[in-house]
């Protein structure tokens, strides 16, 4: 998955009698239109007993909302600023600035820091290789110096896609990293060992599934019979976690680092914008690998392992591009207002419980911008449509999605009022030239939610860009475009 540049995450270990789910995380993003105050962010999670937290950039006015928590925080460098802390007086400076300035009473417990997100992905087509690691280097240089170097590791997150194993022997044991890129994964490697930081790596069982309806389904779960398991070696792999994280253990193996520890940055499952991203398969998905972890049950590779996880995600991030799909904007555990939306056990215990809402969240009105009945103006309609999708998060209306089985009305209505709310529904935004009104009903259609949108403070906002795919028309998503403006053109010849 490519990560937002903006995106927090944070590290959930509810420590449990016994069988507690011991060092399990949760990636928190930020990539909405709409954010909570940094506090009631902070709030919620000492409220759900996370205890540590990962975030993707060094953000100021998230980490006062950290401040003062006693959670543990992973900070990163953007992989915007790897050149620049190539130099090693910047990388000086970002320490000071991002570490230094936190480390006192009352201040941000810092634990990591993250070099960049992803920075090998092979969509970034080389932009990176060449200094990530020379980042890395005087990050822990710059931390040491400054003292910090003992309590603080430096670590670089990475995509499962920078190991395989030869399409002629495609097993975990034959894994071995990207031969692009194998050279900088050894000296990284090596140094990682060397500083005592872990290995982190995203695993997504869900990208398995996604666009590949050949995929066995149970396969992406924990809980399922394949009916072709993967054998390798008298091991048999009944789920493509163990299978991708053992084919990492085998490629560690081969550079002479196999009991590296290993940290999993990223994995969850999103519950919209695809047929296959839904609650039910969601919950499934967590109840499995949480039950999992709790048992300490490890990988075949790495029995009884403890294995660090940070579930993605915390939050559902409205803003967040669209190009691997539009489930990108759904990973959330949580809603975008801090809702929970499944239970989770989060504590081990085998009791799946709601987790704690965020508290003292403060709402817009409750007004809606729909389609006005009475709008004489339909030849419009589709342009509108499109303007307010470019604009705003219309994902929820693809094929098999939660909003999917609206009417032609339906969508037009729900295109207008997402983007009177992302606007703070001023006045102007819910005009259209004249095809929409406001009005004071609720017009959600179950299991469709028509949101009112959470009153920020001290504008938090982030602004819609052309990387969240929603700065002109041309940038709606191919899926919400097709499903939208077909019901539209259908509206507008009736």
Not at 112 to 132: K, M
Not at 149 to 165: H, M
Not at 456 to 483: F, G, I, Q, Y
Request: charged letters at 20%.
């Amino acid at each position: 998955m490519v990560a937002a540049l903006r995106c927090v995450a944070v590290v959930v270990a509810v420590a449990a009698a016994r069988m507690g789910v011991d060092g399990l995380g949760v990636n928190w993003g930020t990539m909405a239109t709409r954010r909570l105050p940094p506090k009631v962010m902070g709030q919620l999670l000492k409220d759900n007993g996370f205890k540590k937290v990962k975030i993707f950039d060094a953000d100021e006015k998230t980490m006062m909302g950290l401040a003062g928590t006693g959670i543990e925080t992973m900070i990163a460098v953007p992989n915007d600023m790897l050149a620049a802390v190539g130099d090693y007086g910047r990388a000086q400076e970002w320490v000071k600035k991002n570490v230094t300035k936190y480390d006192f009473d009352g201040g941000v417990n810092i634990k990591f820091v993250a070099i960049g997100n992803e920075p090998f992905l092979t969509a970034y087509n080389g932009t990176y290789d060449n200094v990530t690691v020379p980042a890395l280097k005087n990050i822990q240089r710059a931390l040491n110096e400054a003292g910090h170097g003992s309590a603080i590791k430096a670590t670089v997150p990475v995509n499962a896609d920078v190991y395989d194993s030869p399409v002629s022997n495609p097993v975990p044991s034959a894994g071995k990293f990207r031969d692009d890129i194998a050279a900088v994964m050894t000296d990284m490697v090596k140094f990682l060992n060397h500083s005592g930081a872990p290995f982190s790596v995203n695993i997504y069982p869900f990208l398995s599934l996604y666009g590949n309806d050949d995929f066995p389904i149970d396969y992406a779960f924990f809980d399922g019979a394949p009916p072709k398991p993967v054998i390798d070696n008298g091991i048999t792999y009944t789920n493509v976690f163990d299978a991708n994280f053992d084919t990492l253990v085998s490629a560690l193996k081969k550079i002479g680092f196999g009991d590296l520890p290993v940290v999993i940055g990223e994995v969850g499952w999103p519950t919209d914008g695809d047929k296959h991203a839904t609650v039910p398969y969601a919950q499934r998905f967590y109840a499995g690998l949480l039950k999992r972890l709790a048992a300490r049950q490890g990988t075949p590779l790495r029995p009884h392992a403890r294995i660090e996880v940070y579930l993605f995600g915390l939050m559902d991030e409205d803003a967040k591009s669209v190009d691997p799909g539009n489930f990108e904007r759904h990973w959330g555990i949580f809603t975008f207002d801090g809702r929970p939306k499944f239970p989770l056990d989060l504590r081990g215990n085998g009791r799946p419980a709601m987790p704690a809402p965020a508290r003292g969240v403060q709402y817009l009105p409750r007004r809606w911008c729909v389609l006005n009945p009475n709008a004489t103006n339909t030849t419009a309609l589709a342009d509108n449509v499109g303007y307010a999708c470019s604009r705003a998060d219309c994902t929820v209306l693809g094929y098999g999605c939660s909003c999917g089985a609206l009417d032609a009305t339906g969508n037009a209505s729900y295109a207008f009022n997402v983007y009177y709310q992302a606007q703070g529904q001023v006045p102007s935004a819910c005009d259209f030239q004249g095809l929409a009104m406001v009005t004071d009903k609720d017009v959600s259609q179950a299991p469709c939610n028509f949101s009112v949108q959470v009153a920020e403070s001290n504008a938090t906002a982030v602004t819609m860009t052309a990387d969240a795919k929603s700065s002109a028309p041309a940038s709606v998503p191919a899926l919400v475009a097709a499903a939208v403006l077909s019901f539209v053109f259908v509206l507008v010849s009736a």
